[in-house]
């Protein structure tokens, strides 16, 4: 592969104005394409063929007023009033209501007595025809312009329910710009210039803005959800930049050596650009797993996520090698640079090789210290809990947050989160009989606040009836009142339902995480074999990752679930963590980490090999590579970062995770950890039984096969 990308290299520096025209114009196609035929991102959270999703689907084929979505809303009368008092322009109202955009039907309040004890908070219930994502744009506005008349009457008006739910957060890109002005502080830090520090951050921009102009189109064919654009941005951002970051100080090291231009290019892809390829393959691999879960908007995400780390690796092997050849000698650097005074022979220890000998001094103490204060964090993961966000996670301010607040407050938790139930009567005689008897039994079930009259299908044989929880939809009582429901119900009911879907998501990824992290596990220690014909490095990787996991979700649960630090965060409610961060954690970590793996042990396995020196090829190599790694881990850290304050609900989590994850995994896994345990180690560290050598293929990620040296030293 070294030799092929070397050729590769080559062949981009010499046609880079090719090259260069043709990502310009995949980026001009692409945007062109997103503006005619892209479509928009939709939440359908469903899981094929389990129970709540075939309930759902007989309801929506039995009663199809019903399987639409649905808005509440919250009618709140001035202090010592009632909303009685103003039944009449609710009347008139609603009966407005029923015939906006899309509406199948309205439930009036008074009707459905759906009045507070105090008189003073009402709430109607208005239905669609279908789906939130299906929803017209300007349908839920011209609902809410005809509430206006109940506003003018002196009613406060809140608008919430399933319709309103899902909404991106609207804030967040001035914070996006602050990662990205980091990230270019750091590189110009790194560097010491600017034209090779704005390399690999207009080179990522380019791919990401083709990955995200590309996921807009495939939405307009395919189902994709909303979080899925926003974490292709993050993580193309971030491995774009540290992809170019890791090729470009190659070259610069290389051209520091006296190295022609055009052979520093193609020798920094056939070395550097191995490195990254495999780096990006492991990413693209984890991504692509989630399917194995079997939920499709999990998959959709880790689809999207995956394209994007594809087009960044495509963007550092072609696109890289051309604009270095634009940029030519002027990223030589001078004589007598910082970089020709590390390398002489009498030169100061560097920050990193100073660090290296710290923690190889007492590499077991190191080993012991690092494991014992990552088991600490990991401790507050055992009460990690799943599920769905809600209304209540929305922004404080939002109409959606108040509606849920009141209702939860006015009628009670469950009123937020209703159950669908459907019971097939084939079997009974009296069929209505059966439903209503059906009805009282469940509201008689501990938990059950309320059961609702039951409807009957138009052929008689289901019945469905709403049944109103005592608590909420995230609460764990709700999740154990769904199998109380079935049981007292039989065989033939089934609950759906948003909340009952969602418990049903969560349940299934909570089932998932120990296979996937047995794939994921498996998988390293497959490629690691390969890549350093070692044991002691897969398996010192291995348990460094499930650390760094562990903690970042004990970290994880003391944030989003205990408050620590919730106000600064911007946490608007503790609670349960979304359903599908965890996995989607270690898909990205465990991608993240074989980079930081490869090209720090790449270089120890280089010196190894030069000199037969454990030690010696530890601290050195250590030395040489902890620059790039750590300046490309504050990159990453200060990108994911820009996406806490302004990310969703469902994005927020997502990004704070990988944030520590990034920040443990980097700092205290692979540049304490690791040097620690080689140092361990020994010789040992670089054993691998003949008759497993024999087996396994070389992978070459140093670049050996294309001769040279061709290690990774930051410039400056």
Known sequence: MAASLYRL?????????????????????????????GGSYEDDFSIPGSRAQRTLAIVAEQFPSSSGTAAQVVLVAPAGREVAEHRA??????????????VAGVVDP???????????????????????????????????????????????VE????????????????TEAAGLLIALVVLVITFGSMVAAGLPLLTALLGVGATVAGLATVAGVLTLPTTAPALALMLGLAVGVDYALFIVARHRSQLASGMRVAESAARAIGTAGTAVVFAGLTVVIALAGLAVVGIPFLTAMGLAAAAAVIVAVLVAVTLIPAVLGFAGD???????????RREAADARPTLGARWVRLVTRRPLATTLAVVAALGVMAVPAAGLRLALTDNGSAPAESTQRRAYDLTAASFGPGFNGPLLVLADLANEGDRRAAATALAERLGAVDGVAAAGRPELSADGRYALLTVIPETGPQDERTERLVSDIEAAGGASVGVTGVTAIGIDISALLRASLVPFALLVVGLSVLLLLAAFRSLVVPLKATLGFLLSVGATLGAVVAVFQWGWLADPIGVPRTGPVISFMPIILMAVLFGLAMDYEVFLVSRMHEEYARSGDPGRAVTRGFGASARVVAAAALIMISVFASFVPGGDATLKPIAFALVVGVLLDAFLIRMTLVPAVLALAGRGAWWLPRWLDRVLPNLDVEGARIGGRGSVVMVR
């Open 330 to 340: 002027r990223l030589r650097p001078k004589p007598g640079s910082r970089t020709v």
């Open 110 to 156: 008074f009707a459905a007595k759906m009045v507070s004890p105090d008189g003073r908070v009402a709430l109607a219930v208005v239905d669609y025809q279908e789906r939130r994502a299906q929803l017209r744009p300007g349908s839920l506005e011209a609902l809410e312009d005809v509430f206006r008349p109940v506003r003018e009457a002196g009613l406060r």
């Open 159 to 174: 608008f919430g329910g399933p319709a309103y739910g899902g909404s991106p957060a609207d804030g967040g890109h001035g």
């Open 89 to 102: 322009v609710i009347a008139r109202t609603l009966a407005a209501a029923a015939k906006a955009p899309q």
């Open 9 to 37: 290299g080559a062949w981009a520096h010499r046609r880079r104005r090719t090259v260069l025209v043709a990502w310009l114009a995949v980026l001009v196609a692409a945007g062109a394409l997103a503006a005619t035929a």
